[in-house]
């Protein structure tokens, strides 16, 4: 496990919340948007509650609303109505500023096509969630990216430009940048959905070492074998959760 900075990592204001809460919770969320054609809506009157240290794959067809759930989990988007409570915060309470604090201090998100800032060389990248949130000093910013790349077997790339990657590094330089101001959720949306089945079972692997470190981990797929292996699966159609 890695060493955390010598200073601790600030995190958001405490909760009312006990110690025990789910991590997620999820009350009633219902998300519509205004199209065209008319109110669309995207997720009815979700129910959903993920404790800490589960491993949960979210599986379904495009459109079934499980981007918009994932959305709703990150801040990324609002609700139209209901709850959406993540590690004790309630995030429609906050306001963008507060939210994208939030976010960079609790949060590590992983995307399907890896969003690397292409100029910037792979321990910047890493650095990144570490230099928006003002956490530790500029030595201890580099010091922690280095001990991630090299958990990543990727300390030999830390000056180079993405690029210059496969994509399977790429997603692992993803995951560090993640893990840069270890958070205790990772959402991953589709981190294997260009990968070959090789290197999509080695992300796996490090997503269920995350989880028995005690990290909870939420994965977006559609592969439905890596689903199967997760410690929970939760099926999302017409904007509803059908199975879980």
Request: hydrophobic share 45%; with cysteine; net charge negative.
């Amino acid at each position: 496990m890695l060493k955390l900075f010598a200073r601790p990592i600030p995190t958001a204001a405490a909760s009312s919340q006990p110690a025990a809460a789910p991590m997620i919770e999820l009350r009633n969320v219902v998300k519509q948007y205004e199209t065209a054609a008319g109110a669309y809506t995207a997720l009815k009157g979700i129910d959903l509650a993920i404790e800490r240290g589960e491993f949960v794959a979210v599986v379904g067809k495009s459109g079934s609303g499980k981007s918009t759930l994932i959305n709703m989990i990150t801040g990324i988007d609002r609700p139209t109505a209901g709850m959406v409570q993540v590690a004790g915060t309630d995030l429609v309470r906050l306001d963008e500023g507060r939210l994208a604090e939030w976010r960079g201090r609790n949060l590590g998100i992983i995307f399907q096509f890896f969003q690397l800032l292409p100029t910037l060389t792979v321990a910047e990248n890493v650095m990144l969630p570490m230099d928006f949130c003002d956490i530790g000093t500029a030595r201890e910013r580099r010091a922690r990216a280095a001990a991630l790349l090299e958990r990543m077997e990727l300390a030999e790339h830390a000056d180079k430009l993405p690029a210059a990657l496969s994509g399977g590094q790429q997603q692992r330089v993803a995951i560090a940048r993640a893990l840069a101001n270890d958070p205790g959720l990772i959402v991953a949306d589709e981190p294997t959905g260009n990968l070959d089945s090789r290197t999509a079972d080695s992300i796996f692997h490090l997503f269920e070492d995350l989880v028995a470190q005690g990290k909870t981990v939420m994965m977006v797929t559609h592969d439905n074998d890596l689903a199967r292996r997760a410690g929970r699966t939760v099926v999302v159609a017409d904007g509803e959760i059908v199975s879980s």
